[in-house]
């Protein structure tokens, strides 16, 4: 249940996101009427590939996961959004249905804008138009990376690619030198992210916290500056 001071922050701190923030004060209002807020607990669907696509979301607080699979309906790719982003980007405009799935990840606060809405302020504002194609743009170069990251053949690699992948888009600085994800990522979505198997990726993450380069805080992975500096790799 979300209160309704807890609504009025959220339409407060709407008004600073880029979606917004060119509009007046009378067109901020008119937008907000429309949008509403939902909070879903870890492991609850958002919404359902080939769902229809009535709304465009943005994060509030915690971690969504967006799926994507095969016609056999087998999930085989995962992207995480967190705080402020939207989602989904894929098929606007032009699109009727989800072409993606998503759930909570952790417990979430969601905005859900009406597509329509969306549509309208992409036709008559330009700031807008460009923050989500900027958007489209940030999304494919990530993909790129993470596919980029995950060709060799080595698993260990590639779990240790995906590792590093994930602390630099999902972690936040914690003490001098280290990175933390303030999530819970599991194995079983680290295997999926590297094509690997699930006991694979407990064998490698635990063989780096022996070698102190990870360090596990009840669930959640911090990343040692050595294990970023072992692990980067700057691609042109």
């Keep these: 249940m979300i209160t309704e001071k807890e609504r009025q922050r959220y339409r407060s701190e709407f008004s600073d996101h880029e979606l917004f923030d060119c509009l007046s004060e009378d067109e901020q209002r ?3 009427g429309q949008i509403t807020f939902k909070r879903f607990l870890k492991g609850n669907t958002i919404f359902d590939m ?3 696509r ?4 943005v994060v509030l607080d915690g971690l969504v996961k967006i799926e994507r699979g095969d016609r056999a309906g087998i999930f085989q790719n995962y992207m995480y959004v967190t705080s402020k982003q939207i989602f989904p980007i894929g098929g606007m405009l032009q699109s009727e249905y989800y072409t ?3 759930r909570a990840a952790t417990l979430a606060t969601v905005a859900k804008i009406p597509v329509e809405l969306i549509e309208n302020l992409i036709k008559t504002h330009y700031e807008v138009s460009a923050y989500l194609f900027g958007q489209i743009d940030n999304i494919l170069n990530c993909s790129e990376v993470l596919r980029l990251r995950t060709v060799c053949s080595n698993t260990t690699t590639r779990i240790t690619q995906v590792l590093q992948y994930l602390s630099e888009n999902l972690a936040d600085k914690h003490g001098e030198n280290s990175l933390r994800i303030p999530y819970v990522i599991t194995h079983e979505d680290i295997a999926t992210i590297s094509g690997t198997r699930r006991e694979t990726v407990g064998r490698v993450i635990q063989k780096l916290v022996l070698d102190g380069y990870i360090i596990r805080d009840s669930g959640m992975l911090i990343f040692e500056s050595k ?3 072992m692990n980067k790799i700057v691609l042109n």
């Excluded at 009535?54 to 979301?57: G, K, L, T």
């Design 100 to 102: 993606v799935s998503s």
């Design 54 to 57: 009535d709304f465009i979301y």
């Design 227 to 229: 294990f970023n500096k």
């Design 50 to 52: 080939n769902d229809k």
């Design 30 to 32: 008119a937008c907000f």
